[in-house]
């Protein structure tokens, strides 16, 4: 089956720098991978995904994530850090046909100012 | 009303109680989901629903049932919990199943046994 390993389970950042998060899937067939945003007392939001095509992928609120198959990694960047991006993110993966999306343990981004 | 909407968003039910968790999506969607979400775990997928068919139970204990009368409303019947069933509960839906599909989230019902 499908997994996802998010490295770090807490990541801070100053206001204005780099955010990179990390995330290794596991799959036996070409996967779908997505990204999603939980900010407190919310549901989980859609930042991007990845099906076929462009590896690049660009999200909302000026994210994005690469897929790369030689490391099977879609880790996901935005160049300047926001305070309204201190939110927990996930990363998820799921396979053609199949019903279950695996998600990872979440990663934690605080942002100081 | 738009997206997905849960109700109750808070619950305290005691372990002999029998509670029931709403969800209805607004969106026109064809699946529906239910998810698990504990403090540091990933999400634990419940149970899916395509077209108002059950097609996904990931051996949930049977003190959780799920009804889908229709599309766009699913229910989560609760019945002698246990402790350990305190977490965030999060209905989903997408248009269809499948993998390709995103799914949209609703705010979840934050559920404590005692």
């Known amino acids: 089956a499908q997994s996802v390993t998010q490295l770090g389970s807490h990541v801070s950042v100053s206001e204005g720098a780099l955010v990179l998060l990390r995330c290794n899937y596991s799959s036996s067939v070409p996967p779908y991978l997505f990204w999603y945003v939980q900010y407190p007392n919310q549901g989980l939001q859609l930042l991007l995904k990845?099906?076929?095509?462009?590896?690049l992928v660009k999200g909302i609120n000026g994210f994005e994530a690469e897929f790369k198959k030689s490391e099977t990694s879609f880790h996901l960047t935005k160049p300047s850090a926001h305070m309204s991006d201190a939110a927990e993110y996930f990363c998820?993966?799921?396979?053609?046909?199949?019903?279950?999306?695996?998600f990872g343990a979440g990663t934690r981004l605080t942002v100081k100012p | 009303e738009t997206g997905v909407t849960q109700t109750p968003r808070h619950l305290v039910m005691g372990m002999t109680n029998k509670k029931s968790l709403k969800c209805e999506q607004h969106l026109g969607h064809n699946a529906m989901y239910w998810y698990k979400q504990s403090a540091k775990k990933p999400l634990e997928l419940m149970f899916v629903?395509?077209?108002?068919?059950?097609?996904e139970n990931n051996s949930v204990p049977s003190r959780f049932s799920p009804e889908c009368p229709n599309s766009s409303h699913l229910f989560l019947h609760l019945h002698t919990l246990q402790p350990e069933d305190s977490a965030l509960y999060l209905c989903a839906s997408s248009q269809a199943t499948g993998g390709w599909y995103e799914q949209y989230f609703g705010p979840g019902t934050r559920l404590t046994v005692t």
């Open positions: 990845y099906t076929t095509g462009a590896t």
């Open positions: 629903y395509n077209f108002k068919e059950q097609t």
């Open positions: 998820a993966v799921s396979e053609p046909g199949n019903n279950d999306m695996r």
